[in-house]
């Protein structure tokens, strides 16, 4: 007996996942925890040193908890324009992008639960790989074959 069934294609569905144990808190301790970690780091840190002058950078943290609570949550807190500061940033490429995203993804698993961290890791890459398209169409380069960014491993 075969299975005479049509192929499937594959999914590009965002993946519904419960978000049970998702919390402001959760948010808070990631957001402090990565964003101490990015400043320091030598390919992401005059980035956000350049960006976002040291009297503004608690305001900036209060901002991107907004957002990923607005992103996991739904909370609605958030209702800037994200991009458009991105856009703003000549010295933002590929390196960067790949590395904040390595950076994030270490920072989540280290303070979530496996399935909230996937969760969070697919948005945060999902994000990371529309806004580096964007810069990159932004600074006139071709984007029509480019693949999403290969995950980098830290040590």
Not at 99 to 104: K, S, T, Y
Request: charged content about 25%.
């Amino acid at each position: 007996m075969s299975d005479t069934s049509p192929p499937t294609a594959p999914t590009t569905a965002i993946p519904v996942v419960s978000t049970r144990g998702l919390s402001e808190d959760m948010i808070r301790a990631v957001v402090d925890r990565f964003y101490a970690n990015a400043r320091e780091d030598e390919l992401v840190g005059p980035v956000f040193k350049a960006a976002v002058p040291d009297q503004r950078w608690q305001a900036h943290l209060d901002t991107i908890v907004d957002f990923w609570s607005s992103v996991l949550l739904g909370t609605r807190r958030y209702d800037g324009r994200p991009l458009r500061k991105h856009l703003m940033l000549p010295e933002l490429q590929d390196v960067q992008f790949r590395r904040w995203l390595a950076l994030f993804r270490q920072t989540v698993e280290e303070v979530c639960p496996p399935d909230l961290a996937a969760f969070w890791v697919d948005r945060s890459e999902r994000i990371g790989n529309s806004f580096r398209i964007s810069v990159r169409m932004h600074n006139g380069d071709d984007v029509t074959g480019l693949r999403p960014l290969e995950r980098e491993v830290l040590p």
